[in-house]
Structures are given as C-alpha cells and as structure tokens.
C-alpha cells in the first residue's frame, strides 16, 4: 500500500482529495450522537459557545437540503472543483458529488455506505466509512475538550456565494493542531466557507461554495436509487475489518495532547495487511496505516506536505508506519515516538 492509496483511505473516493476531504465537512457535518446543546435561534453570534457553533455546523446539513459548487485551494496554488446535491429528510442524509475537475467521476454517500463511479473504467467501488473525515468528529466530545485545544470568537461578518454568513475564528492553544476560520451561513448554520490556518496564522487551505441554493426540489429516494451500478459494470468492494490497535498488537506508550482514538480498521494492503488507526482531537483528525516493512517499496523515511495535510513515513523495526492529518509536522512526528509494538 502506497503513500497516496493510504491518504486517499482518510476520505470519501472523489477525484481530487481535498475535494472529498472538504465536501465531507460542509455536507455531513458532525457525527450523529454528539451531545453539543443546539443554540438558539435567538442567540447572538458574539454569545454562543463553541458547543453551540459546532452544534449549527452539526445540524445544518440533517435539516436544510442543497444544490452547490464547490472549490477547494491550497496554498501550493492547487485548484479543484464539484458539484453538489445534498438531500435530508428525518430519517437520511444522501449525496451526490460530481467532479467538475480531473478525470470523470461520481461520488454517492448515504449515510455510512460510499459508491463511487468511474465512468471511463466502467467501474464502480463501494464501501462503508464511518467517522473518517467528517468536522467535528469526536462521538465523545464535550464542550470543556473542545476548550480545552480551541478557543472561539466571532470574526465579524461577510456574504459569501450571496448569503449572508457570520465569520467565527477556532483559533488553536498549541501548535499541535490548526486553527479554522469557518464562516457559517445566518440562517441555516451551514458551513459555507472554511480555512484551515498554520501556526502563524497564514490560510493553508481555503474551500468555499461558489454558488449555492438551499431546500431545492430534490429528494433522497431519488438520489440513493442513482447509487446503483449500471448493468456491465465492474463492481469492487472495500475490504475493512472492524478491529482494536490492542489485538493487532499496537499501542500509544503516552496520548499526544487532546487526540483520542477513534475507530480501527484492517485492511488489505500490496503485501498482507495494513492496520488503520484514526485519531481526532473533535476537530483535526489523524491516521496511522501501519504494515510490515519491505525494503523494495519502503526506501525512504520522510515527510511530505500538501496544502493543511501533512505525510509522515518512519521503520519502526520490522513495520512501516505512514501517519497522515490535516496537523503540523510536530503532531506526527508526537504519534511516531509513541507508538509501540507490544506483541
């Protein structure tokens, strides 16, 4: 298993990463079962905690069903763009995501399940994400675990893809995380622009609607009946088991600051299997794909970048760790020095 395979199991197949990394956030928001409190509508924007703003980040998409364009930039001067149909009603959520840039390709979400359409192959793929990559994502989480990494405040106020939107600063307490400026639409709460911020405050990463139309005419039963493969179609199916980093033998000698684990999964990879294992902090989020180590494809220990997301590859004795977040360096470089064999 490759760097760029293992980055791409972190998201929702789309044809550009960032394309499915940011999607994700605007349309699904938060974990189903969080326990943030809903804030009023009456409350003002300057009053609200940060149990609340992610509460209207959380809600947003399970009520209000949508039609959008969306881009995504970093600061290497990468561009990429889709379009979006996102339906809700009380009981699902389903998506239809279709890349406007790249090669040709369909992603459908409903719920947990994934499919994703490759016309030029004639092929489709199909698997069942839990957690991964969606904001804020710790099931757990309260609001003193939030404050105790991330601070809030309201930026002021801006229009955005022609709605009026209140612009909120998450500015991090330590440089293991990214801070966000997120601006949430007034009325709705829905996220309708984002930056993810480095240490100095520069903008690593920027996604916003370039339109935007809410509560279309557009039903859920009608977008999950587009999900089914086309006759002649190959269909692939994602292999993921369900495990613990414990039976797979791994554990953390020490937590690195706010990151608790989230779920683990083993996967197939170019030789044997792979353990993935997801971190987040309610916010940022972490992986680490971890296989035995072949010196024929394993060459060299390194770090990469691109854009927010960070790549960090190190032996450790006969295994091959890659570590992958939207974090600074040093959070990786925290997760690589913890991380133990214990069997």
């Known amino acids: 298993m490759n760097t760029a395979t293992m980055t791409s199991l972190l998201l929702p197949s789309s044809a550009i990463r960032r394309i499915g990394r940011w999607l994700l956030i605007a349309a699904f928001g938060a974990v189903a079962g969080m326990s943030f409190a809903q804030a009023p509508a009456s409350s003002k924007p300057s009053d609200r905690s940060i149990a609340e703003w992610l509460s209207r980040l959380q809600m947003a998409p399970q009520q209000h069903s949508y039609i959008g364009t969306f881009v995504v930039s970093s600061n290497a001067g990468a561009m990429s763009s889709a379009r979006i149909w996102h339906a809700c009603d009380a009981e699902r959520q389903v998506e239809r995501v279709e890349n406007l840039t790249g090669a040709p390709r369909s992603t459908f979400r409903h719920n947990e399940e994934v499919v994703t359409f490759f016309p030029e192959q004639k092929l489709v793929r199909t698997e069942r994400r839990e957690s991964l990559g969606r904001f804020p994502q710790l099931p757990k989480s309260t609001e003193a675990s939030i404050g105790e990494y991330y601070t809030v405040r309201v930026a002021g106020a801006e229009r955005v893809a022609g709605f009026d939107a209140d612009v909120v600063l998450l500015a991090a307490r330590d440089p293991l995380r990214f801070g966000y400026r997120i601006w949430s639409e007034r009325r709705t709460g829905l996220m309708v622009k984002m930056q993810t911020l480095g240490l100095e405050g520069e903008v690593l990463e920027q996604a916003a609607f370039s339109e935007l139309a809410f509560d279309p005419a557009l039903r859920t039963s009608k977008l999950a009946q587009m999900m089914v493969p086309p006759e002649g179609w190959r269909v692939e199916r994602s292999e993921a088991v369900k495990t613990t980093a414990q039976a797979e033998g ?88 913890n991380l133990e064999r214990r069997k």
């Open 250 to 337: 791994w554990a953390m000698k020490s937590a690195v600051g706010g990151f608790q684990p989230t779920n683990c999964y083993r996967r197939r990879a170019v030789a044997g299997e792979a353990m993935q294992w997801a971190f987040s902090d309610g916010l940022a989020s972490v992986s680490l794909f971890v296989e035995p180590y072949d010196r024929q494809r394993h060459l060299q220990e390194g770090l990469m970048a691109s854009g927010a997301t960070h790549t960090l590859t190190h032996r450790i004795q006969g295994w091959w760790l890659t570590a992958v977040g939207e974090v600074p360096p040093q959070t990786l470089r925290a997760f690589a020095q």
